[in-house]
């Protein structure tokens, strides 16, 4: 459920807002939201909570481990190196 959760607020925030810290018409997706979801899968998707679960989205972001970091930097390391190869 937390994944689900935080995936809610990810999508209202990255797609219904567009990334922005609100939408411009403020209130009223919520209030859209809350009203549509519940219609469609029932009790959970109170105006409350889809503030929460945009809220838990905003300050509990998934980020790339250090290990994973890691190699994206070893791997444009190395492709820097092989693009020089042929300009000396």
């Known amino acids: 459920m937390t994944a689900t959760y935080w995936e809610i607020g990810r999508r209202i925030v990255e797609h219904e807002q567009r990334g922005k810290a609100r939408a411009g018409y403020g209130g009223a997706l919520i209030e ?34 250090p290990s994973a970091q890691l190699e994206v930097t070893r791997t444009t390391q190395e492709a820097a190196k092989v693009q020089t190869v042929p300009a000396q």
């Open 32 to 65: 859209k939201l809350a009203a549509d979801l519940t219609a469609r899968f029932g009790r959970g998707f109170s105006r409350l909570n889809l503030f929460q679960m945009r809220e838990f989205y905003s300050l509990w972001p998934i980020v790339q481990t």
